[in-house]
């Protein structure tokens, strides 16, 4: 028993992000997810089975401009109570942190979605100090 994991790298300029906003580039996200096939996947895995490799510590790798953005919207996190009550937040483990990663949870409201970003320091620091961003990110 086990996971497979399989990525989607749609790529965009920052150019192209401005010009055409966030909404577009989700949509390249979802046509990327929609556009693999069980049959794609499988072939994918029994590949790796014959010829295995892991992929880089890409935690080492801080000098990378990427986003990389993972979740699964099965795991119903805010619907378990082990007795403690019903969770307040929700934050994936260290082996998921890594400059550049996005994770996406669903909501405990009906419909809403979590994030956990994971930014180096300098980054949070230059995106607080960018007025544009602060506008718009506040507006």
Known sequence: MGNALRGV????????LLQHGLGWAALKINKA????????????VEHWIKAPIILPNLRAQTN????????????????NDFGWGRPLAVR?????KMNGKLTVFPGAAEGSIDFEVCLLPETLHAMANDAEFMEAVLT
């Open 9 to 16: 790298s749609p790529k965009s300029t920052a150019s192209d």
């Open 33 to 44: 997810i929609a556009s693999m096939t069980p049959e794609d996947v499988t072939k994918e």
């Open 64 to 79: 990378v401009h990427s986003l990389f953005t993972g979740s699964s919207p099965r795991f119903n996190v805010y619907g």
């Open 92 to 96: 994936s483990g260290a082996t998921n």
